[in-house]
């Protein structure tokens, strides 16, 4: 045994979610796809609320504070809809992340550094309440220095631009992106923040952010499940586990 606390892995089930609303109906459903993952040693379960509702539904995130034995990690954007459904629910941890209704994805880190007074105002009620408030941010001390001005617990780093530069091939932004996180990380811990990662993780870029001693937890979905299509959700997962328990060794 070190000293040093095990690396927790979130998994997203978000994308059950988007399998299910494909077809209107209740199959797949996540909170299965959730109970399965803390069968297969998920330190916690995520899933983002958006907005228009493409994926998790309202009434997922009841159910999820129903079933789940693990922390719910509840992301949202900073809106006072948003804050009204995690003061109703008190999630576990409540992730704010930035939201744009055309985009595919959460394609950027949240503009804290402008927004420092409207944020810091949005939080204190969720902390209040008992969340742990994490801001979903690029590896950028702008940002970090104002996450921590503004009162949140924990920064979530977007490893999406490394996890791109390596999918295309752009070894060199990639390892720069990565650098980028690892000195973030570091910066973000040295302040007393806890610091998480994810955004794009697969087996192939999984292991040098886990090896980061400063990161606490990391968060993924779209991979685990569009692995799981291949071998199953608790394989899948079992594998993601492996790969950070062997990188963090
Ligand atoms: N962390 C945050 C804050 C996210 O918004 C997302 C995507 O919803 C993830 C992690 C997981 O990303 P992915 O689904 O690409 O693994």
């Keep these: 045994m070190t000293d040093e606390p095990q690396l927790r892995l979130g998994v997203n089930i978000d994308h059950v979610a988007t399998v299910r609303n494909a077809r209107g109906g209740d199959y797949p459903d996540p909170l299965r796809a959730a109970k399965i993952a803390e069968k297969a040693g998920a330190d916690g ?3 983002h609320l958006r907005e228009d509702r493409r994926h998790i539904s309202d009434a997922d995130i ?6 789940l034995t693990v922390p719910l990690n509840f992301e949202m954007a900073a809106t006072d809809e948003m ?5 109703r629910h008190k999630p576990h941890a409540v ?21 420092e007074n409207r944020l810091a105002h949005f939080i204190a009620p969720l902390r209040n309440a008992g969340c742990r408030v994490s801001i979903f941010i690029a590896a950028d001390q702008r940002q970090i220095e104002a996450a921590h001005r503004i009162g949140a617990q924990v920064i979530e780093l977007h490893t999406g631009a490394y996890c791109d530069a390596h999918a ?8 720069r992106e990565l650098e980028a996180l690892r000195e973030m990380s570091a910066f973000g811990h040295s302040l007393g ?4 990662a994810g955004h794009g993780l697969n087996y192939e870029t999984v292991q040098p952010v886990a090896a980061f001693p400063e990161v606490r937890e990391l968060n993924i979905g779209h991979f685990i499940i569009g692995e799981s299509i291949f071998r199953g959700l608790e394989p899948a997962i079992l594998e993601m586990r492996r ?5 963090r060794a």
């Design 62 to 67: 009841a159910g999820l504070m129903e079933v």
């Design 45 to 47: 379960i995520t899933a």
């Design 193 to 196: 923040m806890e610091v998480h």
């Design 95 to 115: 992730c704010i992340v930035p939201e744009k209704r055309e985009e595919r994805t959460t394609e950027g880190g949240l503009e804290v550094a402008r927004e």
């Design 168 to 175: 295309e091939g752009r070894y060199e932004d990639r390892d």
């Design 243 to 247: 790969l950070m328990d062997e990188a």
């Design 83 to 87: 804050q009204q459904i995690a003061l």
